[in-house]
C-alpha cells in the first residue's frame, strides 16, 4: 500500500470514511478503510456529533493531552525499550534483521493484514493442525490483525481453540466504542481488554520457551515519528515477562507485549494510536505507534532484500504465506456517496499491493532456492456480512479456512494468476495446479 499511501494522506482518509460511515470497514486488528471491499457490506448510521466549545475557547486536541516530549531523528533512530535492548529492531536495518533470526533455517508463516476476515487465517490453522500439515515454523511473522494471531500461531496447535473463539465469538462491542477520543473517531478499549484477556501467563510462557529454543516471533507496528516500520521480537520481550527476578521489568515486558498486539492493529485515524515508552542517551520519551499495516500488508524481511538484484537468500527452507483477503476483483456499482467510492477504491488498492508484495516475495523464494506456498480466501466464497465484526460472517469464514487448511492441497506454490478482462479464459498453464502444490512442513 506504499505507493497508494505516499498519494493519499492514510489518517485522513481514515478519519473521513470513519466520519462519513462509521467503523463501517473496520477488522480486528486490520487496517481499518484499506481491508474495505463490496464482499463485506456494511451499513451506513450517523457520525456521533461533537459538542461545540465554547466561543473563544482552545480547541479540544491542544486542551485535552499534555505536550509529547520532543525529541529527534537521531535520538528516535538510536532509542532502546527501558531494560529490553532486545525488544525491537528497525525494520529496514539488514544486519538487526540478520541477528535476530534464528541460528538455524527452517519454515517460516508470514501472517498478513485483513481485518475481521483473519477469522480465514484462524481456520486455516486449525485446519492444518486437524490434517496433520502444520510444522513448528521456526519463524512467525505477522501484521494487523496478523499480529493478533501470530501468538497463538507461534505456541502451537495447543492454543487453536483459543484462536476459534477470538475469531468466531466476538462482536463490534468487544473491539471498539463510537465516541472520539481526540485521537481518533473511535475508542479501542475494548479491544485493548481483549488482548489483555487473550495474552494470559500460560501463552507468554510458551513464547518464551520457544525463543529460548531457537524460534522467533515478530510483530510489525509503525513508528509514525519516523515514518518507519519497527519489528517487535515478541519472544524476547516474552521471556523478560517471566524474569522473576525483576519484578518491574517483568510488569514492563507484560504490558509492552500487550501493547505491540494492540499498536500493530490501530488505524491511524480511526482508533488511537498506541504511545511506546523508549530511551537514548539517557533521555526518556514517547513514541507514537499506528498500524503495521501502513508499511506493508504483510512482513518478511526488509524490503530492500525482496528487490531482484539484491542477492540476499532468505534463510528459510519454505514460505508459508497466509493473506486473510480475497485476491479476485469483486464487482459491484458504486454508490455515489463518499464511503462507497473510499470503500471500493481503497479495497482495490489493497489488492493490488497484495499482489504486488506476493510477486516480490515468490522471485526472492525462487532465487533463494526455497519453496514459496501462498493460501488466501477463494474467490467462491460469498457469504454476506450484516456489518463489522458480524460473528455468522466470522464463523462462515473461518469454516472455509478450516476446510481449506484440512484440504489435501491447502497452498499453491506461486501467486494466483491475474484475472483477464470479463469473458476472457485464463491461461490455463499460468494457473497454479493441484498436483504442484508441496506438502506442507516440507523442506529443500
Do not use: C
Not at 256 to 271: E, I, Q
Not at 297 to 306: D, E, K, N, Y
Not at 319 to 332: C, H, K, M, Q, T
Amino acid at each position: 500500500m506504499n505507493g497508494f499511501l505516499r498519494l493519499m494522506n492514510y489518517a485522513g482518509l481514515a478519519a473521513l470514511l470513519v466520519a462519513a460511515y462509521p467503523i463501517a470497514s473496520l477488522g480486528l486488528s486490520g487496517t481499518g478503510v484499506a481491508q474495505a471491499q463490496p464482499r463485506h457490506p456494511a451499513h451506513a448510521r450517523p457520525a456521533p456529533k461533537a459538542a461545540k466549545p465554547p466561543a473563544g475557547a482552545p480547541a479540544a486536541q491542544a486542551s485535552k493531552f499534555p505536550p509529547r516530549t520532543p525529541f529527534t531523528a537521531a535520538e528516535d533512530a538510536a532509542a532502546t525499550i527501558p531494560g529490553m535492548p532486545d525488544a525491537r529492531f528497525w525494520a529496514d536495518s539488514k544486519a538487526d534483521f540478520d541477528r535476530a533470526l534464528p541460528k538455524a533455517p527452517g519454515p517460516w508463516l508470514i501472517l498478513s493484514t485483513g481485518g475481521e476476515d483473519g477469522a480465514f487465517g484462524a481456520g486455516f490453522l486449525n485446519g492444518l493442525s486437524a490434517g496433520g500439515q502444520r510444522p513448528d515454523y521456526s519463524v512467525v511473522t505477522g501484521v494487523s490483525t496478523g499480529a493478533l494471531m501470530a501468538p497463538f500461531a507461534f505456541a502451537g496447535a495447543k492454543y487453536d481453540a483459543a484462536l476459534k473463539q477470538v475469531y468466531t465469538t466476538i462482536t463490534a462491542a468487544d473491539v471498539f466504542e463510537v465516541g472520539s477520543t481526540g485521537e481518533s473517531f473511535i475508542d479501542s478499549w475494548p479491544l485493548k481488554d481483549l488482548i489483555a484477556k487473550q495474552i494470559t501467563p500460560e501463552l507468554l510462557a510458551d513464547i518464551a520457551a520457544a525463543y529460548k529454543a531457537g524460534r522467533r516471533l515478530f510483530v510489525v507496528t509503525t513508528d509514525l515519528d519516523a515514518e518507519r516500520s519497527v519489528v517487535w521480537n515478541m519472544g524476547a520481550i516474552a521471556v523478560h515477562a517471566g524474569d522473576t527476578a525483576d519484578k518491574a521489568t517483568a510488569e514492563a515486558a507484560v504490558k509492552l507485549f500487550r501493547n505491540v498486539l494492540l499498536a500493530s492493529g490501530s488505524v491511524p485515524g480511526a482508533f488511537p494510536p498506541v504511545l511506546i515508552d523508549v530511551a537514548a542517551g539517557g533521555k526518556h520519551f514517547s513514541e507514537m505507534h499506528v498500524d503495521g499495516g501502513v508499511g506493508g500488508q504483510f512482513f518478511v524481511t526488509p524490503s530492500a532484500l525482496l528487490a531482484p538484484d539484491s542477492g540476499y537468500h532468505i534463510p528459510a527452507t519454505q514460505l508459508y504465506i497466509v493473506i486473510n483477503s480475497a485476491l479476485e476483483p469483486d464487482f459491484a456499482v458504486v454508490d455515489r456517496s463518499t464511503p462507497a467510492i473510499l470503500a471500493q477504491t481503497v479495497g482495490m488498492a489493497v489488492q493490488v499491493d497484495l499482489r504486488l508484495m506476493l510477486d516480490r516475495t515468490y522471485r526472492a523464494a525462487k532465487s533463494s532456492g526455497i519453496g514459496f506456498n501462498v493460501a488466501s480466501i477463494a474467490p467462491s466464497f460469498s457469504a454476506p456480512s450484516r456489518g463489522p465484526f458480524d460473528p455468522q460472517y466470522m464463523k462462515a469464514l473461518f469454516d472455509a479456512g478450516y476446510d481449506q487448511g484440512k484440504g489435501a492441497t491447502p497452498f499453491a506454490t506461486a501467486p494466483p494468476p491475474y484475472p483477464g478482462p470479463p469473458g476472457e479464459t485464463v491461461n490455463d498453464a499460468a494457473k497454479p495446479q493441484p498436483g504442484d502444490v508441496e506438502k506442507e512442513g516440507a523442506t529443500k
